[in-house]
């Protein structure tokens, strides 16, 4: 996949703020790197988004697992306090990675269908 973008001898130098999780990464370098997409990039980026529902399938099924392994009584648990706290940074982060997809998806999308827009806020910048 070739990509137009402007060499970085050219391009505004732009702020980056927050912690780097996957959200902040992919959302910051998508915003520098979508006004140089071609339409056949456009929609590889849009298929991100089944991707997302790919994981939130899984991520559903790995918590309902869970939920059934603590509701049933047993002498011996599979989780400690320590394990279930890795498992919920797990989880958070996981969610952050995929509504960093499900982001990049919608807004290819919407780039496809509102070309000429974008092309008009390209020009003026």
């Not at 912690?19 to 915003?31: K, M, T």
């Not at 990049?104 to 780039?111: E, F, I, K, P, T």
Request: one cysteine or more; a negative charge.
């Amino acid at each position: 996949m070739t990509t137009n973008i402007t060499p970085a001898n050219q391009q505004e130098e732009r702020e980056i703020i927050g912690v780097p999780d996957a959200y902040s990464v992919i959302s910051a370098l998508w915003e520098r790197a979508a006004d140089g997409l071609s339409e056949k990039e456009l929609k590889w980026f849009v298929n991100s988004g089944d991707t997302a529902d790919s994981m939130l399938s899984y991520l559903e099924k790995s918590i309902e697992h869970i939920g059934c392994t603590v509701l049933i009584p047993s002498d011996s648990r599979c989780f400690d306090d320590e394990t279930y706290g890795a498992l919920l940074i797990h989880i958070a982060q996981s969610l952050n990675g995929i509504r960093a997809l499900a982001s990049v998806s919608l807004n290819a999308n919407d780039r496809l269908i509102n070309r000429e827009f974008y092309q008009a806020m390209k020009e003026e910048k």
